[in-house]
């Protein structure tokens, strides 16, 4: 197949573009800085700039690709985009990246109208931090907005958006979990942990379901190839509350317990998105994607994972 890759030099992108090529894909891969399609064009793509913003830009590199699929992997997470991350204001985070999940998705989904493209995968997200007794979402369960708390709702509509948007237009919602592995972000986790300044916040009982992130490359490979239609979680076997992975990832670095601080004495530093996450987050489930895509996540809990990460 012919695929497009947007965002092929973020975090998932950079494993997923080697995993097509792997399986005999003919790759196009976007990025919006001049520096990086080097990068691209080392993992076996061709590369192109391209706005996701801008609807021209995004016309004109989807018709000059024709691809047969479209992946939508665009984000600006990365400290190029947002410095050093404040958690007390994650709308000042998500800025772009929301805008790039609503009008960066119109641009794509019109590009393929425009081109004939019919299949169209995008990047959601498997962090839920509100109603943690309900039991593991699962993807008959929309994410409503009303039910987070007031800051992260603005961050929900974007990802509502998405979902609704790809899937209404026959292709596939997949709802990354917490990623770790190359280029996941867990090494500043870790830098912190050894530091003793990742404590576990209330209690810890927030839930995270973590995916090693080229297991959330190998679904969205599986997913593009079988034109899979409809919304996935992405998310490894185990989910598990901050108060038994956090200790366990201190311990496979050789760091001391973290610390256990209240809830009201962080919330000034940490802001309402880190105590919600690390307090009220829900777990996800994966038996549809291991279903319906046949997934088999290389990594089924994230106690081996982490170990290997640590090693």
Same mark, same amino acid.
């Given at each position: 197949?012919?695929?497009f890759?947007?965002?092929?030099?973020? /975090?998932? #992108?950079?494993?997923?573009?080697?995993?097509?090529?792997?399986r005999?894909?003919?790759?196009?891969?976007?990025?919006?800085?001049?520096?990086?399609?080097?990068?691209l064009?080392?993992?076996?793509?061709?590369?192109?700039?391209?706005?996701?913003?801008? /609807?021209?830009?995004? #016309?004109?590199?989807?018709?000059h690709?024709?691809p047969?699929a479209?992946?939508?992997?665009?984000t600006?997470?990365?400290?190029?985009?947002?410095g050093?991350?404040?958690?007390?204001?994650?709308?000042?985070?998500a800025?772009?990246?929301?805008?790039?999940?609503?009008?960066?998705?119109?641009?794509l989904?019109?590009?393929?109208?425009?081109t004939?493209?019919?299949h169209?995968?995008?990047?959601?997200?498997?962090t839920?931090? /509100?109603?943690?007794?309900?039991?593991?979402?699962?993807? !008959?369960?929309a994410?409503?907005?009303?039910?987070? +708390?007031?800051?992260?709702?603005?961050m929900?509509?974007?990802?509502?958006?998405?979902?609704?948007?790809?899937?209404?237009?026959? #292709?596939? $919602?997949?709802?990354? #979990?917490?990623?770790?592995? +190359?280029?996941g972000?867990?090494?500043?986790?870790?830098?912190?942990?050894?530091?003793r300044?990742?404590?576990?916040?209330?209690g810890?009982?927030?839930?995270?379901?973590?995916?090693h992130?080229? !297991?959330?490359?190998?679904?969205?490979? @599986?997913?593009?190839?079988?034109?899979?239609?409809?919304?996935?979680?992405?998310?490894? !076997?185990d989910?598990? +509350?901050?108060?038994?992975? @956090?200790?366990?990832l201190?311990?496979?670095?050789?760091?001391?317990?973290?610390?256990?601080?209240? /809830?009201w004495?962080?919330?000034?530093? $940490?802001g309402?998105?880190?105590?919600?996450?690390?307090?009220?987050?829900?777990p996800?489930?994966n038996?549809?994607?291991?279903?319906?895509?046949?997934?088999?996540?290389?990594?089924?809990?994230?106690?081996?994972?982490?170990?290997e990460?640590a090693?």
């Open positions: 197949m012919r695929v890759v947007a965002g092929g030099t973020g /975090a998932v #992108g950079r494993r997923l573009v080697p995993q097509f090529v792997a005999g894909h003919q790759v196009t891969a976007t990025t919006t800085h001049p520096d990086r399609l080097g990068l064009t080392r993992l076996g793509a061709e590369a192109t700039l391209m706005d996701g913003l801008d /609807a021209a830009s995004v #016309g004109q590199a989807v018709a690709a024709r047969d479209i992946v939508h992997q665009m600006a997470l990365s400290p190029d985009y947002i050093k991350p404040d958690f007390r204001h994650p709308e000042r985070i800025a772009i990246t929301s805008r790039l999940r609503t009008t960066g998705t119109d641009h989904l019109a590009a393929a109208e425009a004939g493209v019919t169209v995968v995008a990047q959601s997200l498997a839920w931090p /509100a109603h943690r007794d309900a039991g593991p979402v699962t993807e !008959d369960e994410l409503p907005p009303e039910q987070l +708390p007031a800051k992260l709702r603005f929900a509509r974007p990802l509502r958006y998405v979902e609704d948007a790809v899937v209404k237009a026959g #292709g596939a $919602a997949l709802r990354y #979990g917490v990623f770790y592995g +190359p280029g972000g867990i090494e500043n986790q870790i830098d912190l942990v050894r530091k300044r990742m404590p576990v916040i209330g810890g009982a927030g839930y995270f379901s973590w995916v992130i080229d !297991d959330a490359a190998s679904a969205t490979v @599986l997913a593009v190839e079988q034109r899979a239609n409809g919304v996935f979680n992405i998310v490894d !076997d989910p598990a +509350p901050v108060s038994e992975w @956090l200790p366990y201190a311990a496979c670095v050789g760091a001391k317990r973290p610390l256990r601080i209240p /809830a004495l962080v919330r000034p530093l $940490a309402e998105m880190g105590v919600a996450i690390m307090t009220e987050g829900r996800f489930a038996a549809k994607a291991r279903r319906e895509l046949g997934w088999e996540p290389r990594y089924p809990s994230w106690r081996t994972g982490f170990k990460e090693a």
